[in-house]
């Protein structure tokens, strides 16, 4: 079995959508800029990031054309998908459908705790196994900018669209202005070093900084008191 059966198995693309062209900024757009670029000229590439927050069909556009064409099913991106068994989000037997590692990262970015109105600031753990799918489920540990919630979500990529459904005790937002985590793999010392991490994310994923300003608010100490105690049960 080869690394793509492995995490595509099953997942026969199917659909005839056409991917849309990328609009990321490259690095060599800013170097052209010079050593004193003007905010506007700098501005003019961040707001294609921006875009790419807030587009799935962008967001789509960087996938190697082998991924988009996998995701492809043919199919609108359920909600919640069918079938599923167990709570909304917090088991693998019911993961929230969204397009890619990118829409992994935007969609958690979008969470908004319902009592509190915190942000969360999330990682990727790994992945398991799934009685619902034929592939692999990725698994997200969370913590809110506040450090009073911690969460782990489950959540299945391998669509072209994002569920628009908030898992029990949150809320989406709706215009993304900036990221709050990684979907690459564990951050160090999780959350100690997210803000630095979700920079190097959004740089590399998006073309430039998109990172939200609410990392910076973080009760550090408190959070990560919160995930150690939760880490020991």
């Known amino acids: 079995m080869t690394i793509k059966d492995f995490f595509f198995k099953g997942k026969k693309g199917t ?14 757009e800013f170097e052209a800029l010079g050593p ?25 556009a960087d996938y ?5 064409a996998e995701f492809d099913d043919g199919a609108q991106t359920p909600d919640e998908l069918p079938g599923a068994v167990g709570e909304f989000g917090r088991c693998a037997d019911n993961p929230i459908p969204v397009n890619g590692p990118t829409g992994q990262v935007t969609y958690l970015s979008r969470l908004l705790t319902a009592d509190t109105e915190s942000r969360m600031a999330f990682h990727r753990l790994g992945s398991t196994t ?5 592939a692999m489920v990725d698994i997200f540990e969370l913590v809110s900018i506040d450090g009073t919630r911690y969460d782990r979500l489950y959540l299945d ?6 569920s628009q459904k908030a898992p029990e005790g949150y809320r989406l937002i709706g215009e993304l202005t900036g990221i709050t985590g990684t979907s690459i793999g ?29 990392l910076k608010d973080m009760d550090l ?13």
Request: glycine share 6%.
């Open 157 to 162: 990529m391998y669509h072209l669209g994002q």
């Open 186 to 214: 564990s951050s160090r010392d999780f959350p100690l070093h997210i803000g630095q991490d979700a920079f190097e994310y959004a740089c590399s994923i998006f073309g430039a900084p998109v990172v939200s300003s609410t």
């Open 130 to 134: 799934s009685r619902v799918l034929d």
């Open 36 to 60: 004193n670029p003007s905010p506007k000229a700098v501005m003019k590439l961040f707001s294609r990031s921006y875009r790419i927050l807030n587009d799935v069909e962008l967001q789509n």
């Open 221 to 233: 100490e408190k959070a990560r008191g919160l995930v150690k105690a939760m880490e020991k049960r």
């Open 64 to 68: 190697p054309a082998m991924m988009f």
């Open 15 to 28: 659909g005839s959508k056409k991917q849309k062209k990328s609009i990321k900024p490259t690095v060599e």
